[in-house]
């Protein structure tokens, strides 16, 4: 009655319905994408990503498929933040993270089977995520906070934690190898492959039950943040935990069947136009970690440091912990010799990364000048690709 006087009509409730209905669909309009271009590829075959003879048409088809992967990777973090505010952290970039990790292990697994064998694939694709992360994206977070907020803070003993276990994985599974004498070349046996994977599943193991159960408190906002108002104010829409966990998976699962057949033509590409080797690792890598490096951003713009370091240190934690176990296990079922051991340039640069982050991440604060020197870091990493 006081709608009619005031010349108003509240909408139905089929209305609103449709209203929300037409809402989610534009949302998520990018999971149609992702799957309808999935189902061309399986229908297709190898008809599409085997174009060898035709470079042109090969290249189409691999920015195609990078876009499509990439924005269907947005979508999980848009997905896993969502989830992030409603389980709180470290749940949210621990969901994030073991995403990202799985579509890594699936990218790597099919470019491993696919064609003549390439034993330093993993290597390259595992070192480049670490180059990217702890300095391109390490570096890129620190030099926009620090811009924005001046100084930045965070908990001193979660990075502790991420640090301590990165430097003995990455030392015992990239370095290792160039010294031991059981195998000819940077190369384990199988006795020492078996055994650094179940101590890095182990080990990774323990450090989830740290950071979920024991220690959470690790890996929380510092007391001295001060996060900005805008920033308690999503740009997404947050509905129930169901809604966005089956998003996430249904994302995830088109971004792993379009990875099977992206990783086809990257390896064909690479060989076509002579590119290095470690160049097919950086674009898996750049890919994988998408994802991960947007939603480190947008929490060092908006003051969360913290969150941050979360993403960053730990996808390349499980990374390590994760992906390499997955490589040796590949290579022992399929009698594919895996070549783990960084060598050249890459050697002392892994190093020196790890040391600089040590030094980065003692003072409890941030700013400018450790964002520089890692992506000074990072300028080298890219160099030593084309410029061994």
């Not at 990202?100 to 694709?125: K, Q």
């Not at 570096?139 to 906070?145: E, H, K, R, T, V």
């Not at 024991?214 to 996060?227: P, T």
Request: hydrophobic share 55%; aromatic share 8%.
């Amino acid at each position: 009655m006081l709608a009619r006087m005031s010349g108003k009509t509240e909408p139905s409730h089929e209305a609103k319905s449709a209203h929300h209905f037409g809402d989610a669909i534009r949302r998520e309009f990018a999971l149609l994408v992702g799957f309808g271009t999935a189902a061309i590829f399986l229908a297709a075959g190898s008809q599409f990503v085997e174009l060898v003879g035709h470079p042109v048409a090969m290249i189409v088809v691999f920015l195609w498929l990078f876009a499509v992967i990439l924005w269907s990777a947005i979508c999980v973090v848009r997905h896993a933040d969502c989830l992030a505010i409603k389980l709180g952290e470290p749940y949210g970039t621990l969901i994030l993270t073991l995403s990202a990790i799985s579509i890594e292990v699936v990218m790597i697994s099919t470019a491993m089977l696919h064609g003549a064998n390439n034993p330093t694939l993993g290597r390259d694709a595992i070192f480049a995520v670490v180059m990217i992360a702890l300095n391109g994206l390490v570096g890129l977070s620190l030099l926009l906070g620090g811009l924005r907020h001046r100084e930045q803070y965070y908990n001193l003993l979660g990075v502790n934690a991420y640090l301590n276990v990165i430097m003995t994985l990455a030392v015992l599974g990239l370095v290792l190898p160039n010294f031991t004498t059981s195998r000819s070349g940077p190369n384990f046996s199988t006795e020492q492959e078996v055994f650094l994977i179940v101590m890095s599943l182990l080990l990774y193991a323990i450090f989830l039950l740290i950071q979920t159960v024991r220690h959470r408190r690790y890996f929380m906002e510092s007391e001295d943040v001060v996060i900005p108002m805008t920033s308690a104010h999503h740009p997404f829409q947050v509905r129930s935990t169901a809604f966005h966990a089956v998003m996430l998976l249904l994302y995830l699962v088109a971004v792993i069947l379009l990875a099977e057949k992206f990783a086809i033509p990257l390896d064909n590409s690479i060989e076509k136009f002579g590119m290095p080797q470690a160049f097919g690792g950086a674009i898996i890598a750049a890919l994988v970690l998408s994802p991960e490096g947007l939603g480190a951003i947008r929490a060092s713009l908006g003051n969360q440091l913290q969150r941050s370091i979360n993403i960053l240190l730990g996808s390349v934690l499980a990374t390590i912990g994760l992906t390499i176990p997955a490589v040796l296990t590949i290579g022992l079922i399929t009698k594919r010799s895996v070549t783990l051991g960084v060598e050249g340039g890459n050697l002392p640069l892994l190093l020196l990364t790890l040391a600089v982050s040590i030094v980065t991440f003692t003072s409890r604060k941030t700013n400018v000048l450790q964002g520089c020197i890692h992506l000074l870091l990072f300028a080298v990493f890219v160099l030593l690709i084309f410029a061994p």
